[in-house]
């Protein structure tokens, strides 16, 4: 693992919460990209070498809802950037950690992506980034 690449936070209202971000960080988000698979929509901030990951449900059984409605907005994941994506979950799925999606599919800003579930993680839902080459 690199670094944290970003840390992905739910949101009920993304046009809502760029502004509030925008204020809050003092700077434009760089971009808005929709995931269809994951059911979400994201916008995204750069600060210093990381990022904040904005992320608004796009249907009900989308991951960002069911968090929404049971726990509240807020943190929901943190994301760590890695160079090779099938070596770290070799890695990881040998140190016993439980993979949600051994085969890494396609994430926002150009990353292919794997989940790690928080039951196995003391409770934080981690995510590995690969940049797409
Ligand atoms: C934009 C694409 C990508 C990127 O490029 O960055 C993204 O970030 S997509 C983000 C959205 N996608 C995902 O989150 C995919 C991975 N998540 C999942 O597969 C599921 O959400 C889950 C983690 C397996 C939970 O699903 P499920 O079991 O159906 O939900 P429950 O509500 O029943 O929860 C079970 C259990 O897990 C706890 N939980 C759920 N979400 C989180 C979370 N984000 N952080 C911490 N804990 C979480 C939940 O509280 C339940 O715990 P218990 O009540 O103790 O059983
Ligand atoms: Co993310």
Do not use: W
Request: hydrophobic share 35%; net charge negative.
């Amino acid at each position: 693992m690199r670094k944290i690449e970003h840390l992905g936070i739910a949101v009920k209202d993304l046009k809502k919460s760029n502004e509030l971000f925008r204020k809050l960080l003092g700077k434009e988000h760089y971009k808005e990209e929709k995931v269809e698979g994951e059911g979400v929509s994201t916008s995204f901030f750069m600060v210093g070498e990381t990022k904040v990951e904005l992320l608004e449900a796009t249907r009900e059984d989308s991951p960002i809802a069911k968090f929404i409605e049971k726990k509240s907005e807020g943190i929901h994941h943190i994301a760590f950037d890695v160079e090779d994506i099938h070596t770290e979950v070799e890695r990881l799925k040998s140190e016993g950690f439980e993979i949600l999606n051994e085969t890494p599919k396609q994430g926002a800003d150009n990353k292919l992506v794997v989940f790690l579930h928080p039951r196995s993680t003391n409770g934080v839902l981690v995510e590995l980034c690969q940049e797409k080459k």
